[in-house]
């Protein structure tokens, strides 16, 4: 029996000549190697190990698992003809330090400094020296003021290394936690993560997860052993799980799209504490009217549910910014709410807006920590704030209660009276009760309060019909019984048998008391759910046409942001979640 011969795969071109390299200066004539030219051919080994290191077999496995390697990575970041700035070059006798990639790297014209697993050595795992790696980039991060990169693809501490390896994610998550506030970090979480691969990037201002990734706590094996329970990766710590907790802020669908929401997510984000995100000229005028929200309203509150009609916040939002460019924050997480970032007239602002087109916009505890959480992040990188109500209140019940609405309330609260940037509030609608009180208003610190016509405040929604019309109510409702009885009577002397008289009777009464109360509601809506009494008292500075909601917002974030001055937080840091 003949043997087929087989070949394996190679990255290598058979028919490449290598030639060997030469340590010449130019100009130099003659070229006699010697000890030097050998120093130099050691340095350049050095130099080239990391890339290296992998060989064709590492870098097809890395491949084959859908991931590229973390050189890949760093050319789809950096900006096409930049050359990366690698730092800490150091390789000890056990590959300490070696599964660990840092340097500087120009993303969008500007500096950045990054890190990034290299999974073909050790599989990216951490040891001590990878642990001073990180803290070091991460001070230098803050020493520079320049905004961080993270690129996780590690199977955590390295067993061999012992206690080194717990030590290095300790000096590297007490170095990350003393530049939060300081600079912004993005992380992207690629591969298979676990333990301090998760803690770690936590740690950051964002985290971007793309599919068929895994990161969390222990692993399904640690799970399964521990508990008894199967449970597969993706259901344990894939990014449908955590994109709903608020574990990840965005799902992508592949590395490079990562990286892509890096840049994008960059360009709306200061390089540090003490600046303000880049202003970036726009040819779209500040005075462009908004008629879409016109369409949008007149289309919504025309409709056979009038006011009760819910729609998509966010295409309002969308009328607002520059050319429609927004970047929305957890888009999966708490649909109830919208954080997005976007420019008006060239400047960077925050939105944070009720969307009635979930839950009628009320506010559960997801919302309220989603809310929070974006409005911190705002106030320490010197973002203004436009918010945008339109809630019928937080959400009530006893699944709510038990699960800590009022300190989450609180939470979004706190951070709403401690954001020191300009901020501005918009009443699209609803706007009752202590959802308006917590909401950004005079009284909580906003700059400016305005209202569409179509606003209605009030201490409570429709329901208030049963406080303030409280007699009116009774009065209907008590003569029920007797009007049910007199008309029973003439239906009875009118020919009709008496359940059939009966009957019609009830649903007569059934109908005139519908109308009645229908009367009081719209009575209610009329004198106490509108803008009325806000403006006179001056919780409103003025009613806003639809159309006019670009410019007259626009005009004052351009005012206030003159007398604005970037600079990191000081002053009492206040207790909270």
């Given at each position: ?570 002053g009492t840091q206040r207790e909270f979640h």
């Amino acid at each position: 029996m003949t043997k087929i011969a087989t070949t394996i795969p190679s990255l290598e071109n058979p028919f490449e000549t290598k030639a060997e390299l030469e340590f010449t200066v130019p100009g130099q004539i003659d070229y006699d190697p010697g000890l030097y030219e050998a120093a130099l051919q050691a340095g350049y080994d050095l130099q080239q190990r990391p890339k290296k290191m992998a060989g064709v077999k590492g870098i097809q496995k890395q491949h084959e698992k859908k991931r590229m390697t973390i050189w890949e990575r760093i050319d789809v970041l950096a900006d096409a003809g930049t050359e990366a700035k690698i730092l800490y070059q150091n390789w000890g006798k056990n590959l300490d330090g070696a599964s660990l990639v840092t340097a500087i790297v120009k993303v969008n014209g500007r500096d950045v400094a990054m890190y990034g697993h290299d999974f073909t050595v050790r599989a990216g795992s951490m040891d001590a020296t990878n642990g001073s790696k990180l803290a070091n980039l991460f001070k230098l991060a803050g020493k520079l003021g320049i905004p961080l990169v993270g690129m996780n693809d590690s199977a955590g501490a390295y067993i061999p290394a012992g206690v080194g390896g717990l030590d290095g994610y300790a000096e590297a998550f007490t170095a990350l936690r003393h530049i939060n506030g300081v600079v912004p970090s993005i992380m992207c979480m690629f591969g298979y993560n676990a333990g301090g691969g998760s803690y770690l990037p936590r740690q950051g201002s964002f985290v971007i997860q793309p599919n068929e990734t895994f990161f969390g706590l222990t692993g399904p094996g640690v799970v399964k052993s521990v508990l008894g329970e199967d449970v597969t990766a993706d259901e344990l710590g894939g990014p449908s799980v955590h994109s709903k907790s608020g574990v990840t802020d965005f799902v992508v669908p592949d590395e490079v799209a990562a990286l892509r929401k890096v840049k994008e997510l960059l360009n709306y984000l200061p390089n540090n504490s003490a600046e303000a995100p880049a202003f970036q000229p726009t040819s779209d005028p500040i005075s462009r009217k908004t008629w879409d929200i016109d369409l949008l309203l007149k289309k919504a509150f025309n409709s056979p549910t009038g006011f009760n009609t819910p729609f998509d916040i966010s295409i309002i939002i969308q009328q607002m910014c520059d050319h429609g460019d927004f970047f929305e924050i957890q888009p999966e997480r708490a649909r109830n709410t919208v954080c997005a970032l976007g420019r008006m007239g060239g400047n960077v602002v925050g939105f944070v807006a009720n969307n009635s087109a979930v839950a009628s916009g009320q506010i559960d505890i997801d919302a309220a920590y989603k809310n929070a959480r974006f409005i911190r992040f705002c106030n320490v990188y010197n973002i203004p704030v436009i918010f945008m109500e339109d809630t019928t209140g937080f959400l009530p019940g006893k699944e709510q209660e038990a699960g800590g609405i009022v300190q989450a309330g609180r939470a979004m609260l706190d951070a709403i009276i401690d954001l020191r940037t300009p901020r501005f509030l918009m009443i699209v609608r609803n706007a009752f009760g202590g959802a308006y009180a917590a909401f950004n208003n005079y009284p909580t610190g906003a700059d400016f309060v305005c209202a569409l016509p179509t606003t209605r405040l009030a201490v409570m929604g429709p329901a208030g019909v049963e406080y303030v019309y409280k007699d009116e109510v009774r009065k209907i409702r008590t003569s029920v019984k007797p009007k049910i009885a007199e008309l029973t009577a003439q239906n009875v002397k009118a020919g009709m048998p008496e359940s059939e008289a009966a009957a019609a009777a009830k649903d007569a009464v059934a109908a005139w008391q519908k109308q009645e109360e229908l009367l009081l509601t719209q009575r209610y809506e009329r004198e106490l759910m509108n803008p009325n009494e806000a403006l006179s008292l001056g919780s409103i500075s003025q009613i806003v046409m639809p159309s006019d909601l670009r410019k007259v917002l626009g005009e004052q974030l351009e005012l206030h942001l003159k007398a604005y001055k970037p600079e990191p937080m000081s002053g009492t840091q206040r207790e909270f979640h």
